[in-house]
C-alpha cells in the first residue's frame, strides 16, 4: 500500500483553504449588482390569505404568487400506493399551512432595506384552528392540512407479524411510549442562493449550498419549465448538510424566477431564524412500542405503532413518505428474532415540513429498540448488554436476511458489542455505582447497538417510487496533458473530505504523486449527471467509480506507454504513475504529451478514445452496504439539578474497508456530537397555536466543546463483500447510537430511584419530573 | 436579521448622553457592549430612533475603591473584571463570576451596566450584585441617586431608569476580612443563560447573611436573612441543607419550573461555596 493510497490517513487537501479561512461559499461570492431578497413568511400556522396588501411605493420590488402564475409547485409524488400528495406552492396562494411559508418576496440593494420592505406588505389572513400535535391530527374531528384528502396522513406503512401468536405465551412483556423531539439541522452554513440569468445564452446560473446539484437542475427547470441544459448549478464549498441540503428548496425556485424576472443578480441569504423556524426541521417521531420475551430474554416478536410528525408538505425528492418507511422497514435494528408488526404513519401537521436528517429515522427507531432491550433486560434480571448478545445476529448467520428482508452483508455484531463493554469497562463501573459517587451524582452506563444500511441502490429506491431513483454513478477521470490527474464526480462534498479521499482512490490505481490529483466537483456545467450526496453513498458509489475509470484510464495509458516502450501491451503496468515493461518505463506525463501535444510520435489508430474516461459504476448488489456500530456512554446525573454529563464515550465501528481512517474518526465524532444534540439539547417546541418557540440560538441548544466529550472510536473492518475495495458507507452513524445509548445509562443511573425516561430531549426537567413522580409512586417524601 | 434604521450618536460626556435621551423623548436606546441589544436589533424586537453609545464617557468606565465599598463604572466589560483590572481583595467572587458568563468574546464587549439594565433575569450580575447589598448610581446628568439593585430592577427586562437618566455605577458595599460569598448557576450547556442560580453572601463579623435566587421570572428572589433557611449562620464544614418549610413558603406562588427545585439547589450550592 502507498502511504497515501487506499487505508492512508492523509491529511484532507480542503483542509489548507478551510482551516485559513478562504473556503469559498455560497455568501462569499461577490456578484456586481446583485439585489438582495428579504421574503415576507406566513405569521400564521394555518390560515386563508384574504388579501395581500402592498403599499403603492413598492410596487415592482414585491412578488407574490400572483406574480408566480405560470410557476409550477414543489411536488415531491411518490408512486406508493395511497400516498396523498401535496403541492407546496413557491409562494402561498390561497392558504398558508406553517409559519414560515413563502408569501411573498421583497427585492431592494440591501438586505436590511429589503427587510425594510418586507415590514411593509401586510398579509390579511382568516386564521384557522391549526394542527400541531402528530397524535391529534389523526383524531375524527381534527382540522385537515389539506382539506380535499379528508384526514391528515400522507401514508401509512405496515409489516404484519403474528404477534397473537406470541402474545399470551411470552413470559415477558414490556410496552413503552417514546417521543423524539422535532429538532433542527443546524450546519454551520445556512442555505443561501445567488442566481444570475444570461439573457444572450438564455442561461440560468444558480450558486446554492447544495448536496446534489443536478437534482436542483432538475427540479428548478421543472417548476421553470426550463430545460436542464439552460439551467447551471454551481455548489461551492458547504458548510455542513446533513440532509438540509439534499433537497429542492422553494427558495432556489422563487430567486431563479426573480434573477429572469428583474434581469438583475440577485441573492438570498438564510438567516438563523429562517433556518431554525421555518426550515430546516426534522426528526420527530412518537412511537408505542411492544417487545415480547421469554424468560432468557430472548426476543419473540415486536409490535410497533409508529407516528412521524411530517409537518405540511412533502420535499422534494425524498418525499414525506421516506421517514415513515425507514421506520417501518429498519425498527427491528440488528436483532434477530421473526415475528414483527408495525404500523407507521407520516402524519401532515401545521409545520414545516420534515427533512431527511443524518441518519434518516435511525436515531429514533434505535432509541425506541433499545428502551425495549433494556426494558426487557431489567424484566429479565440481565444485565442489558447480555439481552442484547442473546439477539444479534450472529456472525455466522451472515449474509442474513432479517424480518424485513434486509440483507445484512458482513460482520460480528455480537463482538462489536463485546469491545464495547469492554472499552467502557462494565464491571468498574458496577463496582463503582455501588460505592456511590462523593458528589452525591447517580452514575449509569447504557448500550446501543445498531446497523447502518448506506449507499443504497436503484433495488431499494425504485421500489419507494421516488422521482429521483439512483442507477449507476458516473466519475470522469482524466489525464491532463502535464500529466496530472483530473477526477470530476456528480456527489458533492459538504464536510465530508471527498476532494481527498476520491482522490486516494485514483492514487491507488494510477499511481499518480497525491498532490497532482485534483478533484472536480459542485458544478453542473462540468460533472457528470448524479443524484448527489445523501445516504452514506459518495465513497461506495463515486469511490467506486472513480476506480473504475481509473483502471480503464490505465489501460488506455498502457497501451501507448508500450508503445513508447516498444513493448507487448500485455506486459507493461501502470506503477506509480509510470506505464512500466519489463525494461525500462515512461511516466504517465510522458505518455499523455504524446497523447496531446506529439501525437506524430504515435501510430493513428492509438487510442481514438483519448485519454479522459467517464464510466459508471454500481456495487454487483445494489441493496446497500450495512456498517454496524456499538455505542457506549457512561454518564453522571444529577438528582439535584436534572443535568447529564457523559463521563465516557465508546464507539465501535465497522465500516469495512476503510479509504482514509481519519476521516472515518472524524465523521464518527462528528455525528456523535449532532446524537448528543439530539438526545441531551435540541428541540423546536410548538405552541398550541403552531407557533415555533426556539427561533434563535438563545433557546435552540446545540452542543459545543463543553458537551462533547472525547470519543473514543475503536474500529473493526469487515469488507462488503459487493463493492470496490470492500468499502461501505459510514456518513451517518455516529448520530443514530448516542440517543439510544445515553438515554439507556441515564435510565441505569436512574432505576434505583425507580425512574425512567425516553421522551427527547433529555431536559433537566424531564429527569427531575421522572424523579418526583417515581418518589410519589413509592410513598416516599 | 437586519436592524429597522436608526441613527448613532456617540456621547462624549453624560450631558451629552442625557441631553440626546430627553430629546429622544423614550425613543432612543443606550448602547454599550449590545452583546443584548445587539441581537435585539437585528430581530427587529428593538427598534429606537437613534442609538446613543456611551463608552466614550469617561466617568462610566472609572473604578474607585475606598475603605467603604467599591464603585464599577457602568462601562466597565465583563473581561476587566474577569482579568483583574478591577481589583478587590475582598471580592475575589467577582472575577470568578465574570469568567462564567458566556464566551469570551461575549464578555470582551459585555459589560456590567449593561447586564444591569437589561435585567434579564437569567443574567449573572443581577443575583450575584443583589447578594452582596449592590447598589445602582443613577445620574441625570446633574445630580446622581442611589438605589439597591435589586430595587432597581423592577421586573424581567425592566429597570426603573427615568427616560433622561443613566446607570451611572455600580456601588459594592466592603465585606469584612472574613466574608464570604459563594455563586452556582445551572446551565444545560457551557456559556448558556442559566436556568437557575444562587447566589450567597456570608458576612459573620458583620451578622450579615445574605441569599438570592436568580433566573427567576421575574426578578431576583432576595433573601435578607437567609438564617430563615439555614437555621442559622451555620459553621464551617457543616452540610448544607435548605430547611423544607422555609423553603417552599419562599417558592410559593414563584411559578418555577419543577417546583423550583433547581433553584433551591443552586442556593444550597452556592451557601456550601460560602461555608467551605
Known amino acids: 500500500m502507498s502511504d497515501q493510497g487506499v487505508g492512508a490517513s492523509v491529511l484532507r487537501k480542503e483542509d489548507d483553504r478551510f482551516l485559513r479561512g478562504r473556503g469559498q461559499y455560497?455568501?462569499?461570492?461577490?456578484?456586481?449588482?446583485?439585489?438582495?431578497?428579504?421574503?415576507?413568511?406566513?405569521?400564521?400556522?394555518?390560515?386563508?390569505?384574504?388579501?395581500?396588501?402592498?403599499?403603492?411605493?413598492?410596487?415592482?420590488?414585491?412578488?407574490?404568487?400572483?406574480?408566480?402564475?405560470?410557476?409550477?409547485?414543489?411536488?415531491?409524488?411518490?408512486?406508493?400506493?395511497?400516498?396523498?400528495?401535496?403541492?407546496?406552492?413557491?409562494?402561498?396562494?390561497?392558504?398558508?399551512?406553517?409559519?414560515?411559508?413563502?408569501?411573498?418576496?421583497?427585492?431592494?440593494?440591501?438586505?436590511?432595506?429589503?427587510?425594510?420592505?418586507?415590514?411593509?406588505?401586510?398579509?390579511?389572513?382568516?386564521?384557522?384552528?391549526?394542527?400541531?400535535?402528530?397524535?391529534?391530527?389523526?383524531?375524527?374531528?381534527?382540522?385537515?392540512?389539506?382539506?380535499?384528502?379528508?384526514?391528515?396522513?400522507?401514508?401509512?406503512?405496515?409489516?404484519?407479524?403474528?404477534?397473537?401468536?406470541?402474545?399470551?405465551?411470552?413470559?415477558?412483556?414490556?410496552?413503552?411510549?417514546?417521543?423524539?423531539?422535532?429538532?433542527?439541522m443546524f450546519p454551520m452554513e445556512g442555505r443561501g442562493v445567488v442566481a444570475q440569468w444570461d439573457a444572450r445564452l438564455r442561461f440560468l446560473t444558480l450558486i446554492t449550498a447544495t448536496q446534489m446539484p443536478h437534482v436542483v437542475q432538475r427540479g428548478v427547470a421543472e417548476c421553470l419549465s426550463l430545460s436542464d441544459g439552460s439551467v447551471r448549478v454551481i455548489s461551492p464549498d458547504v458548510g455542513g448538510g446533513f440532509g438540509y441540503k439534499g433537497l429542492l428548496c422553494r427558495e432556489e425556485v422563487a430567486l431563479a424566477w426573480l434573477a429572469i424576472r428583474v434581469g438583475m443578480p440577485v441573492r438570498w441569504l438564510e438567516d438563523c431564524r429562517e433556518h431554525l423556524s421555518a426550515s430546516a426541521n426534522c426528526r420527530e417521531h412518537h412511537y408505542r412500542i411492544t417487545g415480547y420475551a421469554d424468560r432468557n430474554g430472548r426476543l419473540l416478536a415486536l409490535d410497533c405503532a409508529a407516528t412521524v410528525d411530517a409537518g405540511a408538505y412533502s420535499v422534494y425528492p425524498t418525499s414525506s413518505a421516506l421517514e415513515a418507511a425507514q421506520v417501518a422497514s429498519l425498527l427491528p435494528g440488528p436483532y434477530d428474532f421473526s415475528i414483527y408488526r408495525c404500523r407507521a404513519a407520516a402524519v401532515a401537521t401545521n409545520k414545516c415540513p420534515i427533512l431527511p436528517y443524518r441518519g434518516v429515522a435511525r436515531s429514533g427507531v434505535c432509541l425506541a429498540l433499545e428502551v425495549i432491550m433494556d426494558a426487557l433486560a431489567r424484566q429479565a434480571g440481565i444485565e442489558p448488554y447480555e439481552v442484547r448478545l442473546r439477539n444479534l445476529v450472529r456472525p455466522e448467520q451472515m449474509p442474513f436476511e432479517n424480518v424485513t428482508k434486509k440483507q445484512f452483508d458482513g460482520g460480528d455484531y455480537p463482538e462489536s458489542l463485546r469491545r464495547a463493554v469492554a472499552a467502557i469497562d462494565l464491571p468498574a463501573i458496577r463496582k463503582r455505582q455501588r460505592n456511590g459517587e462523593p458528589d452525591g451524582r447517580l452514575l449509569g452506563v447504557g448500550f446501543s447497538i445498531f446497523c447502518e444500511q448506506g449507499a443504497m441502490g436503484t433495488a431499494v429506491l425504485a421500489d419507494w417510487g421516488r422521482p429521483v431513483v439512483p442507477g449507476y454513478e458516473q466519475a470522469s477521470v482524466?489525464?491532463?496533458?502535464?500529466?496530472?490527474?483530473?477526477?470530476?464526480?456528480?456527489?458533492?462534498?459538504?464536510?465530508?473530505?471527498?476532494?481527498?479521499?476520491?482522490?486516494?482512490?485514483?492514487?491507488?490505481?494510477?499511481?499518480?504523486?497525491?498532490?497532482?490529483?485534483?478533484?472536480?466537483?459542485?458544478?453542473?456545467?462540468?460533472?457528470?449527471?448524479?443524484?448527489?450526496?445523501?445516504?452514506?453513498?459518495?465513497?461506495?458509489?463515486?469511490?467506486?467509480?472513480?476506480?473504475?475509470?481509473?483502471?480503464?484510464?490505465?489501460?488506455?495509458?498502457?497501451?501507448?506507454?508500450?508503445?513508447?516502450?516498444?513493448?507487448?501491451?500485455?506486459?507493461?503496468?501502470?506503477?506509480?504513475?509510470?506505464?512500466?515493461?519489463?525494461?525500462?518505463?515512461?511516466?504517465?506525463?510522458?505518455?499523455?504529451?504524446?497523447?496531446?501535444?506529439?501525437p506524430q510520435n504515435l501510430p493513428p489508430e492509438l487510442?481514438?478514445?483519448?485519454?479522459?474516461?467517464?464510466?459508471?459504476?454500481?456495487?454487483?448488489?445494489?441493496?446497500?452496504?450495512?456498517?454496524?456500530?456499538?455505542?457506549?456512554?457512561?454518564?453522571?446525573?444529577?438528582?439535584?439539578?436534572?443535568?447529564?454529563?457523559?463521563?465516557?464515550?465508546?464507539?465501535?465501528?465497522?465500516?469495512g474497508k476503510l479509504i482514509n481512517p481519519m476521516i472515518v474518526d472524524g465523521q464518527v465524532q462528528g455525528g456523535t456530537a449532532q446524537g448528543i444534540g439530539t438526545c441531551l439539547l435540541e428541540?423546536?417546541?410548538?405552541?398550541?397555536?403552531?407557533?415555533?418557540?426556539?427561533?434563535?440560538?438563545l433557546d435552540y441548544l446545540v452542543p459545543g466543546a463543553s458537551e462533547v466529550p472525547d470519543i473514543r472510536v475503536l474500529h473493526m473492518e469487515t469488507p462488503s463483500p459487493h463493492t470496490e475495495f470492500g468499502m461501505k458507507g459510514i456518513g451517518e452513524g455516529g448520530a443514530v447510537g448516542p440517543p439510544a445509548a445515553i438515554v439507556c445509562a441515564v435510565n441505569d443511573a436512574l432505576c434505583a430511584l425507580g425512574a425512567e425516561v425516553h421522551d427527547l430531549p433529555l431536559t433537566p426537567e424531564r429527569i427531575l419530573n421522572a424523579v418526583a413522580a417515581a418518589s410519589t409512586s413509592r410513598g416516599a417524601p | 436579521?437586519?436592524?429597522?434604521?436608526?441613527?448613532?450618536?456617540?456621547?462624549?460626556?453624560?450631558?451629552?448622553?442625557?441631553?440626546?435621551?430627553?430629546?429622544?423623548?423614550?425613543?432612543?436606546?443606550?448602547?454599550?457592549?449590545?452583546?443584548?441589544?445587539?441581537?435585539?436589533?437585528?430581530?427587529?424586537?428593538?427598534?429606537?430612533?437613534?442609538?446613543?453609545?456611551?463608552?466614550?464617557?469617561?466617568?462610566?468606565?472609572?473604578?474607585?475603591?475606598?475603605?467603604?465599598?467599591?464603585?464599577?463604572?457602568?462601562?466597565?466589560?465583563?473581561?476587566?473584571?474577569?482579568?483583574?483590572?478591577?481589583?478587590?481583595?475582598?471580592?475575589?467572587?467577582?472575577?470568578?463570576?465574570?469568567?462564567?458568563?458566556?464566551?469570551?468574546?461575549?464578555?470582551?464587549?459585555?459589560?456590567?451596566?449593561?447586564?444591569?439594565?437589561?435585567?434579564?433575569?437569567?443574567?449573572?450580575?443581577?443575583?450575584?450584585?443583589?447578594?452582596?447589598?449592590?447598589?445602582?448610581?443613577?445620574?441625570?446628568?446633574?445630580?446622581?441617586?442611589?438605589?439597591?439593585?435589586?430595587?432597581?430592577?423592577?421586573?424581567?427586562?425592566?429597570?426603573?431608569?427615568?427616560?433622561?437618566?443613566?446607570?451611572?455605577?455600580?456601588?459594592?458595599?466592603?465585606?469584612?476580612r472574613s466574608a464570604r460569598c459563594g455563586y452556582y448557576k445551572v446551565c444545560r450547556k457551557a456559556g448558556e443563560f442559566a436556568l437557575a442560580s444562587g447566589a450567597?453572601?456570608?458576612?459573620?463579623?458583620?451578622?450579615?447573611?445574605?441569599?438570592?435566587?436568580?433566573?427567576?421570572?421575574?426578578?431576583?428572589?432576595?433573601?435578607?436573612?437567609?438564617?430563615?433557611?439555614?437555621?442559622?449562620?451555620?459553621?464551617?464544614?457543616?452540610?448544607?441543607?435548605?430547611?423544607?418549610?422555609?423553603?417552599?413558603?419562599?417558592?410559593?406562588?414563584?411559578?418555577?419550573?419543577?417546583?423550583?427545585?433547581?433553584?433551591?439547589?443552586?442556593?444550597?450550592?452556592?451557601?456550601?461555596?460560602?461555608?467551605?
Open chain 1, 478 to 598: 482524466r489525464l491532463t496533458a502535464d500529466g496530472d490527474v483530473e477526477i470530476r464526480v456528480g456527489t458533492h462534498s459538504h464536510g465530508q473530505g471527498h476532494e481527498t479521499t476520491l482522490a486516494q482512490v485514483a492514487h491507488e490505481i494510477l499511481g499518480t504523486e497525491f498532490d497532482r490529483i485534483k478533484v472536480l466537483q459542485g458544478d453542473t456545467l462540468y460533472v457528470p449527471f448524479s443524484t448527489g450526496t445523501w445516504a452514506s453513498r459518495s465513497m461506495v458509489m463515486a469511490g467506486g467509480a472513480v476506480a473504475q475509470a481509473s483502471r480503464m484510464l490505465a489501460k488506455r495509458a498502457s497501451r501507448i506507454g508500450a508503445w513508447l516502450l516498444q513493448a507487448d501491451p500485455a506486459e507493461v503496468r501502470v506503477v506509480k504513475g509510470c506505464v512500466v515493461g519489463r525494461a525500462a518505463s515512461v511516466t504517465l506525463g510522458e505518455v499523455a504529451r504524446a497523447w496531446y501535444l506529439q
Open chain 2, 1 to 176: 436579521m437586519k436592524p429597522a434604521r436608526f441613527e448613532f450618536a456617540r456621547a462624549r460626556s453624560l450631558g451629552e448622553a442625557v441631553t440626546i435621551l430627553r430629546q429622544a423623548s423614550g425613543s432612543a436606546k443606550v448602547i454599550a457592549g449590545g452583546q443584548s441589544l445587539g441581537p435585539m436589533l437585528n430581530l427587529r424586537l428593538a427598534r429606537p430612533s437613534i442609538l446613543v453609545d456611551i463608552t466614550p464617557i469617561p466617568e462610566l468606565t472609572h473604578i474607585e475603591e475606598d475603605t467603604d465599598g467599591l464603585v464599577i463604572g457602568a462601562c466597565i466589560t465583563t473581561s476587566d473584571i474577569e482579568d483583574g483590572r478591577v481589583r478587590m481583595d475582598r471580592l475575589p467572587i467577582l472575577a470568578a463570576v465574570a469568567a462564567g458568563i458566556a464566551y469570551r468574546a461575549v464578555r470582551n464587549r459585555g459589560t456590567i451596566g449593561g447586564s444591569i439594565c437589561h435585567a434579564d433575569p437569567s443574567g449573572d450580575w443581577l443575583p450575584v450584585l443583589c447578594a452582596l447589598a449592590a447598589e445602582c448610581i443613577v445620574t441625570d446628568g446633574k445630580q446622581t441617586r442611589r438605589v439597591p439593585v435589586e430595587q432597581f430592577v423592577a421586573g424581567a427586562f425592566e429597570v426603573r431608569l427615568e427616560t433622561a437618566e443613566l446607570l451611572q455605577a455600580i456601588r459594592i458595599p466592603r465585606p469584612s
Open chain 1, 607 to 655: 487510442e481514438e478514445s483519448g485519454l479522459e474516461v467517464t464510466t459508471g459504476y454500481r456495487p454487483a448488489r445494489d441493496m446497500g452496504t450495512f456498517s454496524y456500530a456499538s455505542h457506549a456512554a457512561l454518564v453522571a446525573v444529577d438528582p439535584g439539578t436534572g443535568l447529564v454529563e457523559i463521563l465516557d464515550y465508546v464507539v465501535v465501528e465497522d465500516g
Open chain 1, 26 to 184: 455560497v455568501a462569499d461570492f461577490r456578484v456586481s449588482g446583485a439585489r438582495e431578497v428579504a421574503f415576507v413568511r406566513s405569521t400564521v400556522a394555518h390560515g386563508r390569505i384574504r388579501n395581500v396588501h402592498v403599499p403603492d411605493e413598492h410596487n415592482g420590488v414585491v412578488f407574490t404568487a400572483a406574480d408566480l402564475a405560470n410557476v409550477k409547485p414543489v411536488r415531491a409524488a411518490t408512486t406508493l400506493s395511497g400516498f396523498k400528495h401535496s403541492s407546496e406552492p413557491i409562494l402561498a396562494k390561497d392558504k398558508v399551512r406553517y409559519v414560515g411559508e413563502l408569501v411573498a418576496m421583497c427585492v431592494a440593494p440591501s438586505r436590511a432595506q429589503a427587510e425594510d420592505i418586507a415590514d411593509t406588505v401586510a398579509v390579511d389572513y382568516e386564521e384557522l384552528e391549526p394542527v400541531v400535535d402528530m397524535l391529534a391530527a389523526r383524531e375524527a374531528d381534527a382540522p385537515l392540512v389539506h382539506e380535499e384528502w379528508g384526514d391528515n396522513v400522507f401514508i401509512e406503512f405496515f409489516q404484519d407479524g403474528a404477534i397473537e401468536r406470541v402474545a399470551e405465551a411470552a413470559a415477558i412483556k414490556v410496552t413503552r411510549d417514546i417521543r423524539t423531539a422535532r429538532q433542527c
Open chain 1, 683 to 697: 428541540a423546536v417546541p410548538f405552541d398550541a397555536n403552531g407557533q415555533p418557540l426556539a427561533s434563535t440560538m
Open chain 2, 200 to 276: 450567597v453572601l456570608l458576612d459573620r463579623e458583620r451578622e450579615r447573611f445574605r441569599a438570592v435566587m436568580g433566573a427567576t421570572q421575574g426578578r431576583p428572589i432576595v433573601i435578607e436573612d437567609a438564617r430563615r433557611l439555614l437555621g442559622a449562620i451555620p459553621q464551617r464544614g457543616m452540610a448544607v441543607r435548605l430547611h423544607e418549610e422555609a423553603t417552599n413558603e419562599l417558592l410559593q406562588g414563584t411559578g418555577l419550573p419543577v417546583n423550583g427545585r433547581v433553584h433551591a439547589t443552586a442556593l444550597a450550592r452556592a451557601a456550601a461555596q460560602a461555608m467551605a
